[in-house]
């Protein structure tokens, strides 16, 4: 992969990668010298690895590169040093020299950290993680001395992970189970995000929990198949959830993790602010490249209208970060091409941004109305059977007007106030939010589709006609 650059004399090249032992096998290439330092080996040859000058001084290493011609220098953690002058200054001195002998310094480091008085010598490459072939292979080595079959899927779901990663889920998995089980390298690959601290796992919620908005579930359904690696059909990528509190959008979004069989990612994006300048932008991106990098999951939203309200004013009230960190967000949302689906939610459109809700942001807008009646039914019989209540499912003409979160407070409080007192101390939303419901109706008329599962329409009677009139039989 550095064949092009070392013949285009670049004289210093920066290789991003948290994979230094792979960065040593894959970087040298016919026609030059490679040599490998580190602060604790010193200088060694990369054919045979043995130690030719012991340096661990990093000035001195810079500079033993000069006295080659055709050489390039895989140089582990030298960024940690650019802080030092005498490094910078060496790094400055020798570039003509490079460029004149055909040497190359080439920089492993994890992240892009140079001071601006070398910034401009370095050019940035990525060392790409393994692909599919490569962990497959991976796993035919594993399993070869113990005669236990590669698994195909169980190296897709391990993509995304440093070659290491992988070998540590693959032995893990043949401890545990004895095979190659997608399931556990899929929760190995889940350290991922637990030591990014940008993001956190949240346990599906079983669809059998969701009480009615049954259009939602059979569009999900529906479009599920997309997701199977051998199809061709296009993936969803993101719906947004836009509903009155406590009808269910949080519920519906976990619960169509376990409808594709995904993890559940929740993204935070106000956590990611950082009071450093350019910090969240930073945050935001590592965070989405972090996602793509672990591939097939749920990532949830929750309440985005709180994240992303004001970003027009950002730039008054906090340098323009929100608006930067939306910006990151959106042009991610649009160019990602890894299998994973953004369920967002919100309550309320009107401080959403116009960007944010244009055509083609989203795969599909659902409103989530008050429940109807035959959803009040189920929702009854999921919390009679989750808090061990007794409301009777006639209630559900009674509860006209309340949200599934409001019908579960009543099937809690029965518990201790028995159902009449409950219910005559509940007062809900449709009630104290009459006007905001009403205009979020309006609203969803002609700009999203209807996610609650409707009521039976009631069946018309014969009509019929004698002297004294007609009525209906």
Request: proline share 5%.
């Amino acid at each position: 992969m550095l064949t092009d650059y070392l013949k285009a004399g670049y004289p210093a090249l920066c290789c991003l990668t948290q994979e230094p032992h792979r960065a040593e096998a894959l970087l040298p290439c016919e026609g030059w010298r490679f040599l490998i330092w580190d602060c604790q080996r010193g200088i060694r040859e990369h054919a045979d690895q043995k130690v030719i000058d012991e340096t661990r001084d990093p000035v001195q290493a810079v500079n033993y590169l000069g006295s080659f011609q055709d050489t390039v220098l895989i140089a582990h953690n030298l960024h940690l040093f650019l802080e030092v002058p005498e490094v910078i200054q060496s790094i400055q001195n020798c570039i003509p020299r490079w460029k004149a002998t055909g040497c190359a310094l080439v920089m492993v480091s994890p992240v892009i950290q140079m001071r601006p008085e070398v910034e401009k010598f370095f050019h940035v490459i990525d060392l790409p993680l393994p692909d599919d072939e490569e962990l497959f292979t991976l796993q035919l080595d594993m399993g070869k001395t113990l005669n236990i079959k590669p698994n195909r899927k169980a190296a897709r779901a391990a993509k995304g992970l440093t070659e290491f990663e992988a070998e540590t889920a693959y032995a893990l998995s043949l401890t545990r189970k004895g095979y190659f089980s997608t399931r556990v390298i899929s929760e190995a690959k889940g350290q991922m995000i637990r030591k990014s601290g940008l993001m956190e796992f949240w346990e599906p919620a079983s669809i059998q929990d969701v009480g009615g908005l049954g259009c939602l579930k059979q569009y999900i359904e529906t479009r599920a198949k997309a997701f199977s690696p051998d199809t061709n059909l296009p993936q969803l990528k993101g719906i947004l959830l836009v509903g009155i509190p406590g009808t269910g959008k949080s519920l519906a979004s976990k619960a169509t993790a376990s409808i594709l069989n995904y993890p559940l990612i929740r993204l935070d994006i106000g956590s990611l602010k950082n009071s450093l300048v350019g910090q969240s932008e930073l945050r935001m991106r590592q965070a989405t490249k972090l996602i793509d990098a672990f591939g097939k999951a749920t990532i949830w939203l929750d309440e985005v209208e709180k994240i992303f309200a004001g970003t027009r004013s950002s730039g008054e009230t906090d340098a323009g970060t929100t608006a930067s960190m939306f910006a990151t967000f959106l042009t991610w949302m649009a160019e990602t091409r890894s299998s994973v689906l953004v369920m967002a939610t919100a309550n309320t459109i009107s401080q959403l941004p116009p960007e944010f809700m244009r055509a083609g942001r989203f795969d599909a807008v659902f409103f989530i109305d008050l429940p109807t009646k035959v959803e009040r039914t189920e929702i009854i019989t999921i919390m009679n059977r989750r808090w061990n209540a007794d409301i009777p499912l006639s209630y559900a003409e009674k509860l006209n007007g309340y949200t599934g979160a409001e019908i579960e407070q009543l099937a809690k409080d029965s518990l201790f106030d028995g159902l009449d007192a409950a219910f005559n101390a509940l007062v809900p939303l449709s009630r104290t939010m009459r006007e905001e419901v009403q205009s979020l109706r309006d609203w969803a008329k002609t700009r999203a589709r209807y996610a609650n599962t409707p009521d039976a329409e009631p069946e018309e009677g014969r009509r019929l006609r004698h002297k004294g009139g007609t009525h209906a039989g």
